[in-house]
DNA sequence: CCGCGTTAGGAAAACGTTTACCTTTGCGTG
DNA sequence: CACGCAAAGGTAAACGTTTTCCTAACGCGG
């Protein structure tokens, strides 16, 4: 049954639509447009019919082509291979489909050149917009902001300007909480654990729990920070909670601005074997999938993650329809408490 | 600074290349094109330099209506929450975007009418090939292997013809290998957990498992199958293994067809807190990147992510050569032992 | 000087849609 | 009956490319 050389027999174009019907294109466009004062109802059910048979549909490109405007949404995520990202994407796509939209998926890899490269090109296909879960800061977005389709913001506030649209908690509220909640479950000294703060989601994060550590009178030597760098956040957690354990720190809660942190900050716990190690406790954002599997120590904030789809959703409509965009639109969010 | 009601400027056209170059738009279009031998050397320099003043770039919906061919290349997969697909489509766009292709990615739930929904839409942008990271049989997709664009599978064969063209791991060897290396690792009796078996991945698996432990002479008592139906994996394994303990089953190792229903499987297991459960050991397929980091007692087959790009890339160019699909590209799996 | 080949480049058609504008027909009203 | 208006639908232009075909100019051998 392997198939010979290839045969793409190209798709009906609206010309042999017309001419399957009997009518003229333009009836035959009016028709599949649901513009439905132009055409008798007899001419209606026969372009249907005939559209129906054909299997026709609209080729993009004609469309895009007229209409100086493409089907397709791009969006742009820092890391697909983060489960998150791969969440929202689906959400979003799920909204975009429901309005006969198309996604673009592409991973930047939280590069400002790779985001400005598929910026640039999606801008050439037209893109009805551009939405960035996980954007950076880079001279191709500051371009797009200026003149370019509309843009959304998706978990990770715009680096560039606050005043964008988007969607996504309320990291700071959500920082404050998670304090809150590890103030009264945890006495003792805590952990904060971050990697690059050059994200704004980690920065608004730190803030809400610096802010409510503040607020209970717990400030610098019982809250201690510690960082690594580097790219992979699973990696930058170990190093940094290793670091931390060799300096004698000896916390009695960790909190890590994202659970990939936390992922890799319990397993340098573990790799310590510390007497009482297995006390303490951990907390993180982004509630991952397979915590409720396979880390049942970790409590983490939360998100619906099909809030996204319609949030963004309602967001593109407003900017669709020439309003400003509005700031941000906050999800509500929740802290999954596991452990202890 | 935020943006006022938007200013989409339109991207400068080849008809403006062409003025601002002072030239016509057939020799701007050659020289973008790279034709050299219509142009003298300087007429070349100017074009560039205009285009580059414009910051012009090529409408894809132009390109596409003329060449009757877009630059898009569709990936349709089948869960994006799976960090599988997320780094299989990461792998497989930065060899598109080598070739200066677009990667349009889609999530197609496992549902046969999802994934033809997408098929048709792909076809309607005219998509220069579409790649399926899981597909499941369907209508539309019997239509496109016979008169479409080229189709690749990826990670999870086609399971209409197995004459299509497919890139991954040999699934059947891999279960053969788990097999071997589990057999030399525990005796007693082996849990074999497998979820729908709708998906020749799974398939595969399962008969390269059952040839090794027929070979080794340890059948069925021995070897015992349980399986769960439902579409989330990490349920599944859970339902099966809780299922199966409750039964009495007591098992020295436990294989499972994906590293999801593995997790399902062992949080089953501790939820039973059996005597001496800890030594279960366990073995999965698809070496999840968080293994490392939270799941030490797990051994799984990994293939190196990044692989997926280039083989995919290298069948594509063979398919647009015009070459028949060539069967099977085989990438190497290895195991990755952990735990014990 | 004529004919011819080569180089450099232009004119125009075609791809599939959408839509502004026009035409035809039928009907109601003064 | 003359007029106007609505309904139904056709004509053609435009969107941005690519590519085929054409032309003009030039060099060169006879």
New binding site residues.
Partial sequence: MTAQSRPPK?????????RHA?????????V??G?T????????ARVRAAAAELN????G???A????ESRIVAMLAAALANPVMGAIASSVEIGLRGEGLVMSLCDTREQAAVQDAYLEEMQ?QMVRAVVLAGAVDSPGLDRMRAEGPPLVFVNRPDPGDPGSAYVGIDNRAAGRDLAQAVLGLCCGPVALVHGLLDRTAGTYRRQGILEAFAAAGRGAPELAEIAAPGLNQLEAGRAAMAQALAAGLRPAAVICLSDALAYGAHRALEEAALPGGEAVRFFGFDDLIFNDWVAGWLSSVAVPRDLYGPAVMEVLGQLWQGAPPAGPVYLPHHLSLRGG
Same sequence: chains 1, 2.
């Fill in positions: 190209t798709p009906a174009s609206l010309t042999m639509l017309a009997g009518v003229s294109i333009a009836t035959a466009s009016r599949m447009n513009v004062n132009k055409a008798s109802a007899e001419t209606v026709y549909r609209p080729a490109a004609g469309q082509l007229r209409r100086r050439a």
